[in-house]
Every structure is written in C-alpha cells, then in structure tokens.
C-alpha cells in the first residue's frame, strides 16, 4: 500500500504567513513609509503634462461635403472615374490628418523641433548643443505622434484630437491648429480636383458629338462648377469643429498621477520589506 509524501516546509500556511507579517511588521511599514514617500517625491520632480482636447465633426457628418461630391457620381459614369462616397472621404481625411506628410509639414511650418527637443536646445545661442546630434524629421514626427492623439467614436462619427505637452498653451494652440490646417490642405486638394474634373468636361464637351451626351456633360460641370464655388467659400472644408481646445487650468494635469506614484512606491515598499523580512530570517535560521 502506497501513501502520498508530502515534503515538509513545502506548504506555506495562512498562519505562517501571518506570523511572518507579525514579526516583521516593524520593517515592512518602514519600507513602505520610506518607498511611499520617495514616490510622492519624484512625482513632484516629473515635468507635469496637460491635456488638450478639440471634438470636430468628419465629413460624412457635415453637409458641405455631400453637395460638393453631389455631381461626381455623373461624373465618374461619363469620365470613368471611381469616387467613393462620403464615408469613405471621411475616412481618407482623417487619415490625412494622422499621415507622416501632414505631420512633417506642421512640424517644419511651426519649429517644433527646438520644442520638442528643448533640452538640446541652447535658446540663448540659437542653436544645438555642443556634442549632440541634432534630431531628424522622422524622430520629431514619432515624437510629435506620441504627443497626439486622435480617437473617434464609431456610433456618433464624433473625432477628438487629444495633445498632451508640458506647454497647456501650447498644447491648445496645436491642437487646433491641426485640424484647421488639415481643413486648408483638403479644401485646396478639393478644388484642386474639381478644377481638373471640370476642365477634363470643358475638353470633352468640344469632342462630343451627340447633342445629348453633351448637354449632360454640360449639366454634370455647372454641378462641379457649383461645388467649386462651396469649396473656396465655405468656413468648414473636410472639418467641423464642435468644441475648440482651450488651455486647461493650471491643477488639471495629465501627468503625473501622484496618487498612481504613492501606492506603486508603496506596493515595491512591501517587496523590498519582504526579501528583507525573508533575508533576516534566513540569517537567524544559520545562526541557529
């Protein structure tokens, strides 16, 4: 008949962790204090960072943009051109506003790098410091995305775009001039096409002999025509803004959470008063 063999000490019991907390109680709420506070401490060395928040409508949402594609479904049966519709132009503008290209060119247009990278910047001097490679681009813009953050809500359609930066004024001013810039390049692009779609019809027009096809190509440009005129004119392009960024107060951090930072220093406090509780009761056991 065979039995199971249990190895003795392998078991930790309830009880003897509770005698363990007893005897170390000392030491433990020593580390905690001590890791708590030294938390508490950094937390008010980390640089703080605010958050600004601008809500903008897309443009499947705002109705400029379905009167200025009104006439391109005509025109994409006469041209052969395949134009999606306003949802999939929304999508388009919001990956614009998200692209490397857009980013890049904000960055330049503004002298971001000098921010961004302030602490290798010598302000007085006008320059890089001495001995540091002076960023790129492509770093500037991987760390200007990281700063930027855009969410949007699938049910409503609603966009917020989110800068988080030391610089509450700062982070505002991006935050909407972000989206109305974007606004400004879709809006030129816009017109930009419509203008060759419309010349594409004026050429067409002189080539086409059947008295009917040809007023239809003559009524699919006066609706181009009608979409340009919306385009140049109209405040809101491909972006509507609902709630402008404004700089949040001065307490309204971000970061860093000092509560987060007291209760993780607390938390590693009782680690270490653990492997110190753990180390001295190995040493009394030897000397046993």
Known sequence: MTGTVETPG?????????????????????????CAAAAAAVSYLVTPRFRAEATFSPAN??????????????????????????????????AYL??????TEFIEK????????????DAQRGQWNMGVDPPTLSAAVRRFSNIREISEDRRTGIVTLSIVWSDRVLAAQWANALIAEADTALRQRGVAE????????????????????????????????????????????A?????????????????PNRVLYVVVGGAFGLLVGCAWGLARRRRSDRAR
Not at 68 to 94: C, D
Not at 110 to 119: D, G, Q
Not at 209 to 232: F, G, H
């Open 239 to 255: 972006f509507e803004v609902l709630d402008p960024a404004v700089p949040p107060d001065p307490k309204d951090k971000d970061s």
């Open 10 to 34: 392998q078991e930790i019991s309830l009880l003897a962790i509770w005698q363990f907390v007893w005897r170390n109680t000392l030491i433990l709420a020593f580390c905690f204090v001590v």
């Open 110 to 121: 503004h002298s971001l790098l000098p921010i961004l990278y302030a602490k290798q910047w």
């Open 194 to 237: 419509l203008g060759r779609s419309i010349q594409y019809l004026k050429d067409e027009s002189v080539r086409i002999p059947d008295v009917e096809i040809r007023a239809a190509v003559y009524k699919v440009m006066e609706s181009e025509l009608k979409d340009q005129m919306l385009a140049r004119t109209r405040d809101a392009y």
């Open 61 to 94: 949402n705002s109705e400029n943009f379905g009167q200025l594609s009104g006439g391109l479904g005509s025109l994409a049966a006469i041209a052969g051109i395949n134009v999606g519709g306003a949802g999939q132009k929304s999508e388009e503008a919001l």
């Open 98 to 103: 998200r692209s490397r290209g857009f980013t």
